[in-house]
């Protein structure tokens, strides 16, 4: 081993006669660790939302659609599905009318919402957007047994199938089997002049789309094609044609291309619209999101790197008189430097060590939908942990162990009785938040006791047990985040919080923290290097 790591080595283990600074180690590794473990949480959560909501606008929405400028409508579309399905890069395309209609039910009076319609082939639409994957009934637009029926029952005309978003079907209060009627569009009354007839169609619900996506479960509809080109009596015709590639990445770049194989003709204006183009806010606030939340992590941790500054610099006062006597027994300036670099750089490893293992192993609590104990198993876990290391700490259980029962008790009722109270949620939350850092603060102030007065050979033993026990009262508390259950669904666009480690980005935040750390390091290090043999000792 080398001189300088032999030293640090025995600086960072040997018992100090200022356990102040024993304590402040501690804490500096305690806030470098939290540090890490945040932001290694935080850009998990925002990286799992960011998958989560472009896998399912993927697997819902074309990668390009492809229509004219003003909306209308062109014939010839199988032939430039075939030639777009040539290029290289695109899986399928589909042909769709693509709308915006008034919808009522029957025996409504007045025209109750505004919905898109999608005129679809769903085995065809099927390879672009996967479409009957999320119906729930059917889609058989034209022969579906509930047609044949409300044909049967009703007099008025049935158009066909309809397919409704989840969502739009509870706003409208439909089941499966009523009859919505579509306005298609208005026709001037020549009897009245001024006056004017909507064109309606009555379709059939047959299926609910279930897509968890807002967005779609909210505001769409589907029907058959030939049905949609019967309404506008644009038959042989469509307005879209949406387009799915092997790599969704890769639209922006694809879509002139795409528009060249269409061939449209000279007087036609073809445009296309990328996913990206479409979600482009809501990603780009995603991507800032994450930027920020880096910038506010790096100064967390850079203000536990200054308590590790603090550490060394008071280490260096303590350690005058052994800075002397090893300048004099031959110790060169880049000895004494590197010794407190060492030690410091150590505590900064540490730190960074225990925050990436806490930080991930959050992240897979917050993931894994297992069977967990029950908190009170976890409470009493900590109530008989924490008197056994209160006993470590003060040899009797007495008065401060009775001050930690009624600290772990106001945490139980905070963590367990407040939903029910008649608070905000954010007073809730403030609560629990406050009961958390209590019971942290004391846990620690126990802990570093217990840890002075073990001895050497039963530190390692109580270190293991230490970190079983906090392993599972986490494995208790921390379980995935119901997003349906707090009634953020339909904001998040998902049931559940989903949670996605970016191993790049764990690998970055590592490296950044322990440069933050070394960084600390320089400036007490190299004021102990400074110091003249004579000028420590003469006290001595």
């Not at 706003?171 to 009627?181: M, N, S």
């Not at 020549?190 to 789309?209: E, K, M």
């Not at 104990?373 to 401060?400: D, E, K």
């Not at 945490?411 to 629990?432: G, Y």
Request: aromatic share 10%; hydrophobic share 50%; with cysteine.
């Amino acid at each position: 081993m080398k001189f300088e790591w032999f030293v640090a080595s025995r600086y960072l283990l040997s018992r100090r006669k200022q356990s102040f600074i024993s304590i402040i180690s501690i804490i500096s590794i305690v806030g470098v660790g939290l540090g890490v473990a945040t932001v290694i949480l935080v850009i998990a959560v925002l990286d799992g939302v960011e998958h989560g909501l472009k896998e399912r606008f993927l697997a819902n929405e074309a990668h390009i659609v492809l229509r004219l400028i003003d909306n209308g409508f062109y014939s010839d579309y199988e032939n430039k599905i075939e030639a777009i399905e040539d290029v290289e890069g695109v899986v399928a395309a589909s042909p769709v009318v693509y709308s915006q209609l008034a919808v009522f039910r029957e025996g409504s009076k007045q025209i109750e919402d505004v919905i898109l319609i999608k005129g679809i082939v769903p085995e065809v639409e099927d390879k672009v957007t996967s479409f009957t994957k999320f119906v729930n009934g059917s889609y058989d637009f034209q022969n579906d047994d509930l047609i044949k029926q409300a044909r049967f029952l009703n007099d008025e005309t049935i158009t066909g199938g309809i397919v409704l978003g989840s969502r739009l079907a509870q706003r409208l209060t439909v089941a499966k089997g009523d009859v919505l009627k579509l306005v298609v569009n208005m026709t001037e009354d020549q009897l009245n002049p001024g006056a004017y007839i909507p064109l309606i169609r009555n379709f059939v619900v047959i299926g609910f789309y279930e897509s968890e996506l807002t967005v779609y479960d909210d505001h769409i509809a589907y029907i058959d094609l030939k049905a949609a080109q019967k309404i506008y009596n644009e038959v042989g015709r469509v307005n879209s044609i949406f387009i799915r590639l092997e790599n969704a990445e890769f639209a922006p770049k694809m879509s002139e291309e795409i528009e060249e194989a269409a061939q449209f003709s000279v007087l036609d204006m073809p445009t296309t619209r990328t996913w990206m183009e479409k979600y482009a806010p809501l990603f780009s606030a995603l991507e800032l999101e994450k930027i920020a939340t880096v910038i506010i992590e790096a100064l967390i941790i850079l203000v536990a790197a200054f308590n590790i500054a603090s550490t060394l610099i008071m280490t260096v006062m303590e350690k005058t008189r052994d800075v002397g006597m090893l300048r004099t027994l031959g110790a060169s300036r880049g000895h004494i430097m590197g010794i407190f670099m060492i030690k410091g750089s150590v505590i900064g490893m540490l730190g960074t060590l225990a925050g990436t293992t806490l930080g991930l192993y959050i992240c897979w609590l917050l993931s894994t939908n297992v069977m967990r104990p029950s908190p009170w198993i976890a409470n009493a876990c900590i109530g008989i942990l924490s008197c056994s290391v209160i006993g470590i700490a003060y040899r009797r259980i007495g008065t401060v162990s009775v001050t930690f029962i009624i600290f772990a008790t106001i945490f139980s009722i905070n963590m367990f009785i407040t939903p029910f109270l008649v608070l905000s949620s954010t007073m809730r939350t403030v609560l629990i938040i406050l009961g958390v850092i209590a019971l942290v603060i004391f846990w620690i102030i126990v802990l570093i006791k217990s840890w002075q007065k073990l001895s050497s050979i039963w530190k390692p033993t109580f270190f293991a047990l230490g970190l079983l026990a906090i392993g599972f009262i986490l494995f208790c508390y921390v379980k995935p985040i119901s997003l349906e259950e707090l009634g953020l669904s339909a904001i998040y666009q998902m049931n559940q919080l989903p949670i996605k480690v970016n191993w790049f980005f764990v690998g970055f935040i590592n490296a950044l923290s322990f440069a933050i750390c070394w960084l600390a390091t320089i400036y007490p290090a190299w004021q102990a290097s400074n110091l003249k043999p004579i000028e420590a000792l003469q006290y001595e």
